[in-house]
Nanobody, 128 residues
Framework: QVQLVESGGGSVQSGGSLRLSCAVF????????MAWFRQAPEKGREGVAS???????TYADSVKGRFTISQDNAKNTLYLQMNSLKPEDTAMYYC??????????????????????WGAGTSVTISS
């Protein structure tokens, strides 16, 4: 069983930055994919960024050049550094993991139902 706990959300003005963290408790296999998703009110869940166990990363076009996903294996923590934030980035942000990721990150960003475990989310609000 894997438990994910997000933190770091908040309210900032447009152009500001936030860093989200996702603490991972439990065992993750050697071939995993971890990702950040977001869901705005009355919208579907959107894949934001993913990182594979081999270190490869994938980003949604809407956040490329502004967001950076990273992980600290020693701390069992996943991060999402978000810069140049826009009002349209306002959403609940979730981290998730697929614990036997045979496919590349883009597949999981587009198919959130393939993720095995999810955190409860952290709220991000960007004001104009």
């Amino acid at each position: 069983q894997v438990q994910l706990v997000e933190s770091g959300g908040g309210s900032v003005q447009s152009g500001g930055s936030l860093r989200l963290s996702c603490a991972v408790f439990g065992y993750t296999y050697s071939n995993y994919c971890m990702a950040w998703f977001r869901q705005a009110p009355e919208k579907g869940r959107e894949g934001v960024a993913s990182i594979h166990s081999d270190g490869s990363t994938t980003y949604a076009d809407s956040v490329k050049g502004r967001f950076t996903i990273s992980q600290d294996n020693a701390k069992n923590t996943l991060y999402l550094q978000m810069n140049s934030l826009k009002p349209e980035d306002t959403a609940m942000y979730y981290c998730a993991v697929n614990n036997n990721a045979g496919l590349r990150g883009l597949y999981y960003l587009k198919n959130p139902d393939q993720m095995d475990y999810w955190g409860a989310g952290t709220s991000v609000t960007i004001s104009s």
